[in-house]
């Protein structure tokens, strides 16, 4: 089966591309071809290339886009530049997991949880169960066991294929399983966890339920949360009294709305974007847009990513520009711009759960905001641990899929806060590991506090590529926050 679309910049943008864009099917993969033309940055010739995508991996869609802007002059995606030498790291990373256990493993162990259970005798020592992020694979969140962090065992899946919740969305590039947690309960062992509902595929909060932390685990019928919501985290303050933390996640939301706006309004770009590679990007992504815009979220991230990364490179700057253009424009273009710059803030609420961990009570609060440079477009991946009766918040910020990702930390003398963040980030890329992020906090088999994190082996950032589960000691002293 073959499609064909014919693509062409909308006029008044300043750089104009065509691009014809055949899609074939043959034994059930399917092959993109793009025919672009469009000026060359030096000359201002035209040129005409033929590109073909033969696989739709995240790695794919970086180096078509890293050919496009040697051909074209378009912006190198960040994970194809010649980044700066990185730090060594001042202190050792524990390594945990640092190579799949199983072929049933796909992806690695992002976004790992650590739940540490007790023993019910004096005499044993504690079990540590870990789950991590499996996105699309067809067995999701594996549960890893260990009794001193180091040696790890495979002890099953929340949701083994063909047990998947009947809410959710399933298949590649279509099912995004993410971020699990498991936390006791009473006695019961609750595994909270990210899906995709499977009509609106929107990203919901659902919960799994068991009599033990090996499952097997039962979940509920439906989310517990809709509406786009992303990384539940869950403070267990008894076993009646329960907070579920969550992102709202507009990641998704403000580059469409953001690219829908310049296709409509293309003389925006020059006003927006000051480099013309920048320019040349977004003269691009509108071309391909009515195509881009019809595919799952997650490719659709594929295909803007390098639009993306030029706003978020800039990002206060860039939201800055955004309020300066909509002060010039008519009410209805107001609105327009001002709805981008509501979702370019991903907050992060907390709210009371009942008793059986379905339902929240009152109202919710914001927590944070991503409103550093570091940040740039989002904070997420939260974690709440109670040292010396003063509550500390781990989170990440900036682009998972980048050596950009990092972890901050943020301190407050009441659970929801007010929160103060700390302004620079406590982990960031080495040379060792790239984007160290989505931590938890755990105590460790010597009794003291152990964050676990993920991390990319170096230059292997991206979607779906292998994360690592590292551990690095922490020490609170009042405000302050000691790493290693």
């Given at each position: 089966?073959?499609?064909?679309?014919e693509?062409?910049t909308?006029?008044?943008a300043?750089?104009r591309?065509?691009?014809?864009?055949r899609?074939?099917?043959?034994?059930?993969?399917?092959?993109?071809?793009f025919?672009?033309?469009?000026?060359?940055?030096v000359s201002?010739?035209?040129?005409?290339r033929k590109y073909?995508?033969?696989e739709r991996?995240?790695?794919?869609?970086?180096?078509?886009f890293?050919?496009?802007?040697t051909?074209f002059?378009?912006?190198?995606p960040?994970?194809?530049?010649?980044?700066?030498?990185?730090p060594?790291g001042?202190?050792?990373?524990?390594?945990?997991l640092?190579?799949?256990?199983?072929?049933?493993?796909l992806?690695?162990?992002g976004d790992?949880?650590?739940?540490?259970?007790?023993a019910?005798?004096?005499a044993q020592?504690?079990?540590?169960?870990?789950?991590?992020?499996t996105?699309?694979?067809?067995?999701?969140?594996?549960?890893l066991?260990?009794k001193?962090?180091?040696?790890?065992?495979l002890?099953?899946?929340?949701?083994?294929?063909?047990?998947?919740p009947?809410?959710?969305?399933?298949g590649?590039?279509?099912?995004?399983?993410?971020?699990?947690?498991?936390h006791?309960v009473?006695?019961?062992?609750r595994?909270?966890?990210?899906a995709?509902?499977?009509?609106?595929?929107?990203?919901?909060?659902?919960?799994?339920?068991?009599s033990?932390?090996?499952?097997?685990?039962v979940?509920?019928?439906?989310p517990?949360?809709?509406g786009?919501?992303?990384?539940?985290?869950v403070?267990?303050?008894?076993a009646e009294?329960?907070?579920?933390?969550?992102?709202e996640d507009?990641?998704?939301?403000?580059?469409?709305?953001?690219?829908?706006?310049?296709y409509q309004n293309?003389?925006?770009?020059?006003?927006?974007?000051?480099e013309?590679?920048d320019?040349r990007t977004?003269?691009?992504?509108?071309?391909?847009?009515?195509?881009?815009?019809?595919?799952?979220?997650?490719?659709r991230f594929?295909v803007?990513q390098?639009?993306?990364?030029?706003?978020?490179s800039?990002y206060l700057?860039?939201?800055q520009?955004?309020e300066d253009?909509?002060?010039?424009?008519p009410?209805?273009?107001q609105?327009s711009?001002r709805?981008?710059?509501?979702f370019?803030?991903?907050?992060l609420?907390?709210?009371?759960?009942?008793?059986?961990?379905?339902d929240?009570?009152?109202?919710?609060t914001k927590?944070?905001?991503?409103?550093?440079?570091?940040?740039?477009h989002?904070?997420?991946?939260?974690?709440?641990?109670?040292?010396n009766?003063?509550?500390?918040?781990?989170?990440?910020g900036?682009?998972?899929?980048?050596?950009?990702?990092?972890?901050?930390?943020?301190h407050?003398?009441?659970?929801?806060?007010?929160?103060?963040?700390?302004?620079?980030p406590?982990?960031?890329?080495?040379?060792?590991?790239?984007a160290?992020?989505?931590?938890?906090?755990?105590?460790g088999p010597d009794?003291?506090p152990?964050?676990?994190?993920?991390?990319?082996?170096?230059?292997?950032?991206g979607?779906?590529?292998?994360?690592a589960?590292?551990?690095?000691?922490l020490?609170?002293?009042?405000?302050?926050v000691?790493v290693?």
């Amino acid at each position: 089966m073959h499609q064909e679309n014919e693509l062409i910049t909308p006029q008044g943008a300043p750089f104009r591309f065509e691009v014809r864009l055949r899609e074939e099917n043959e034994d059930g993969e399917t092959t993109f071809i793009f025919e672009v033309t469009g000026q060359t940055p030096v000359s201002g010739e035209g040129k005409f290339r033929k590109y073909e995508l033969a696989e739709r991996a995240h790695t794919a869609y970086l180096t078509l886009f890293g050919t496009l802007a040697t051909d074209f002059g378009l912006r190198t995606p960040q994970n194809k530049r010649q980044t700066a030498v990185k730090p060594s790291g001042n202190f050792p990373y524990q390594e945990l997991l640092i190579y799949n256990l199983t072929p049933q493993i796909l992806y690695g162990y992002g976004d790992p949880a650590v739940l540490r259970v007790e023993a019910s005798t004096t005499a044993q020592d504690p079990t540590y169960y870990l789950v991590a992020t499996t996105n699309d694979a067809p067995d999701s969140f594996p549960i890893l066991r260990s009794k001193n962090l180091k040696e790890w065992q495979l002890v099953d899946f929340v949701f083994p294929k063909g047990r998947k919740p009947e809410w959710a969305a399933e298949g590649e590039l279509v099912s995004d399983y993410w971020a699990p947690e498991m936390h006791q309960v009473g006695n019961e062992f609750r595994v909270y966890f990210v899906a995709r509902d499977k009509n609106t595929h929107e990203l919901c909060i659902g919960l799994a339920r068991s009599s033990s932390p090996e499952g097997p685990f039962v979940p509920e019928k439906a989310p517990i949360l809709k509406g786009n919501v992303i990384d539940p985290h869950v403070f267990v303050q008894d076993a009646e009294t329960t907070y579920l933390f969550w992102k709202e996640d507009s990641n998704e939301v403000w580059p469409r709305l953001l690219i829908d706006l310049l296709y409509q309004n293309p003389t925006f770009i020059p006003q927006l974007f000051e480099e013309e590679e920048d320019q040349r990007t977004a003269s691009f992504i509108l071309a391909i847009w009515p195509w881009a815009k019809k595919l799952e979220p997650m490719e659709r991230f594929l295909v803007t990513q390098v639009l993306i990364e030029a706003v978020i490179s800039r990002y206060l700057e860039f939201y800055q520009q955004l309020e300066d253009l909509a002060g010039e424009q008519p009410p209805a273009l107001q609105e327009s711009i001002r709805t981008v710059q509501q979702f370019m803030k991903t907050p992060l609420y907390a709210q009371q759960m009942t008793p059986n961990g379905t339902d929240l009570l009152g109202e919710r609060t914001k927590v944070l905001e991503n409103d550093l440079a570091w940040e740039a477009h989002l904070v997420e991946g939260m974690w709440v641990t109670k040292q010396n009766n003063r509550f500390y918040l781990f989170y990440a910020g900036n682009d998972f899929s980048t050596d950009q990702y990092g972890i901050g930390v943020a301190h407050a003398d009441a659970l929801l806060g007010p929160y103060q963040k700390v302004s620079a980030p406590i982990l960031q890329s080495t040379r060792e590991w790239w984007a160290p992020g989505h931590p938890s906090v755990v105590t460790g088999p010597d009794g003291k506090p152990l964050m676990i994190l993920h991390a990319y082996f170096p230059g292997k950032a991206g979607y779906k590529e292998f994360r690592a589960v590292l551990a690095a000691p922490l020490t609170f002293e009042g405000d302050q926050v000691k790493v290693g």
